[in-house]
């Protein structure tokens, strides 16, 4: 089961998901929609820097335009990008052809009553995909902390062709229980692993990763 922590905005953030056994460490730069998780590309590249092909780096991004994008990952070096927008698959298409070694995740939106609102289905390029909750009532596409129905997300994946994160409202309380219904390839955590201030909690990191890891 991989594990990937989203959200960090600092070298302690990408050493504590390190120290956690982390497999995928979740950088945000490009903002379109309201998240308080983003940092500008060069607090990404020090945090890439730090990681040093220890585990892979994914650029999250609402950015829309390829050029953006590939400017984006050559300058700060991740492994994976994370699509969070409804982008052209033209767009996406001189992505993957720019940066053939970069893996692709694609997101598919679900509403908290399980409707999937993302049309998945016109998506051509895809190495994961990434089932997320999205808060209509805030335009947050991710990072909202709201779970969905966990069992339309099961129904989902037998029909997904690629490997499948699950992610929304997951934490190291529920996390096993998302797994056993679910199944997915791997979890993804944002706003689960943070504390009281809105920071990632080193101890729910270590936690939400031991639950994972131990299903």
């Known amino acids: 089961m991989q594990v990937k922590i989203c959200a960090n905005k600092s070298i302690e953030d990408a050493k504590n998901c390190i120290e956690a056994n982390a497999d995928i460490i979740g950088i945000l730069?490009?903002?379109?929609?309201h998240s308080d998780d983003f940092v500008n590309k060069e607090?990404?590249?020090?945090?890439?820097?730090y990681v040093n092909k220890r585990c892979p780096v994914a650029l999250v991004t609402h950015l829309t335009k390829a050029e953006d994008i590939i400017e984006l990952t050559n300058y700060i070096g991740n492994d994976i990008i994370q699509l969070h927008s409804n982008i052209d698959e033209e767009e996406v298409?001189?992505?993957?052809?720019?940066?053939?070694?970069?893996?692709?995740?694609?997101?598919?939106?679900?509403?908290?009553?399980?409707?999937?609102?993302?049309?998945?289905k016109k998506m051509k390029y895809i190495d994961f995909y990434l089932l997320d909750s999205y808060n209509l009532k805030t335009n947050q596409v991710g990072g909202t902390g709201i779970s969905h129905d966990w069992q339309k997300s099961k129904e989902l994946i037998k029909l997904l062709d690629k490997p499948t994160f699950l992610a929304g409202g997951l934490n190291?309380?529920?996390?096993?229980?998302?797994?056993?219904?679910?199944?997915p390839y791997g979890v993804d955590v944002n706003s689960g692993?943070?504390?009281?201030?809105?920071?990632?909690?080193?101890?729910?990191i270590k936690k939400f990763v031991e639950n994972t890891k131990s299903n």
């Open 93 to 120: 298409e001189k992505i993957v052809k720019s940066l053939p070694k970069v893996k692709l995740i694609r997101l598919i939106h679900i509403s908290d009553d399980g409707r999937v609102i993302t049309d998945y």
């Open 193 to 204: 692993c943070k504390n009281e201030l809105g920071k990632k909690d080193k101890n729910k």
């Open 43 to 49: 607090t990404a590249k020090k945090i890439v820097d």
């Open 172 to 183: 190291p309380d529920n996390v096993k229980k998302a797994i056993e219904i679910v199944n």
């Open 29 to 33: 730069v490009g903002k379109k929609h």
